[in-house]
């Protein structure tokens, strides 16, 4: 019963997104979330590109495979 209580008081998704910003702004500062994100998201954009760039290198590698006489 004792674990069934705890469980309770613990926050749910949304309290737990409050408490990550709460923190961040205390680390950070509000004046420097927005330039982490900014910064988060052209990682993300360079990240995504990479993975595209290698998906479509191992596909051309797999038809210059299947390309060679066996």
């Known amino acids: 019963m004792l674990s069934l209580n705890l469980a309770l008081q613990l ?4 309290e737990w997104i409050f408490i990550i910003v709460v923190i961040a702004v205390l680390i950070f500062g509000a004046k420097k ?5 900014r910064t988060f998201g052209k990682a993300k954009g360079e990240y995504e590109k990479g993975k ?3 998906d479509k ?6 038809e210059k495979q299947d390309e060679t006489p066996k």
């Open 11 to 14: 926050p749910g998704g949304m």
């Open 33 to 37: 979330i927005p330039e982490l994100a």
């Open 52 to 54: 595209i760039e290698a």
């Open 57 to 62: 290198e191992l596909k051309e590698f797999k």
